[in-house]
């Protein structure tokens, strides 16, 4: 039987840390703030966001929200991110995606100043991922290592592998893993014989994006097994890319979802806000 990993206990005492320096930093006169946009009506995107504004406000985070209608043209995004990186008094902002179809995503994730990138998305702080050199993580990822941090399972030398590649998760998962000591493999929809593969690992990284793929067949026995997947079962209620109730016997720790890695990325959002007002003021 599995330890489950508390994401949402791991990820209230980071935002406790925060909240805390964030309320040292307004005895000195500085007051941390977000801005985050949303464009078009997106159900899930208006989800996270709020999530997002309401984890500001436990930390005592001031946000700021953009909320574009659908069709908004390039120019006018352009025009607005130009206008809030430009602004002293926002330190970080966030555009939340997928953006409307007509809207250029690369253009907008290269447009936010990487100095207000809390969501490490621009080519200049993935670059610095790469070699090691960075001041924001990407939070998703950032977020996993803590709750594997949480269990006190080293990492040095494991066999790590992880099922995804995209640039948000995937990619940088594998970079982070790797500069932790592990032995990464990264796997993804082309890969031949998955499961030969998944169940050799150590440690599981499901972030692929389909309802409970990842069953006991995929899993060796006493892996420590991560599930970023966000998604919805056959009767709509949400799961993740892990089948919990055939893979948790066999796991050693394991994430649950709800309630593993989704509170984390929002807590690591919190904690890149509060480096960017620190390192914006010299603090
Ligand atoms: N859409 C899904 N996840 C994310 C995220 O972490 N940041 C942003 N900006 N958009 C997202």
Known sequence: MAQIIDGKAVSMSVKQRVKDE??????????????????????????YVNNKKKACEACGI?????ALPAQTTQQELMDLIDELNARKDVNGILCQLPLPKHLDEKMVIDAISPEKDVDAFHPFNV??????????????????????????????????????????????????LLQADATVT??????VDLKAIASKADV???????????????????????????DRDENGKLCGDVDFDSVEPKASFITPVPGGVGPMTIAMLMQNTLRAAKQQNNI
């Open 127 to 176: 670059g610095g991922i790469m070699i090691g050199d960075y001041t924001y993580l990407p939070c998703t990822p950032a977020g996993v290592m803590e709750l594997i941090k949480s269990t006190c399972y080293d990492l040095k030398g494991k066999n790590c592998v992880v099922i995804g590649r995209s640039n948000i998760v995937g990619k940088p998962m594998a970079m982070l």
């Open 204 to 230: 599981l990284v499901a972030a692929i994006g389909k309802a409970k793929f990842v069953n006991a067949d995929y899993v060796k026995e006493g892996a420590v097994v991560i599930d970023v997947g966000m």
């Open 186 to 191: 990264v796997c993804h929809s082309k890969t």
């Open 22 to 47: 964030v309320a040292l930093l307004k005895e000195k006169g500085v007051e941390v703030c977000l801005a985050v946009i949303i464009v078009g009506d997106d159900s899930a995107s208006r989800v």
């Open 62 to 66: 001031k946000s700021e929200e953009y």
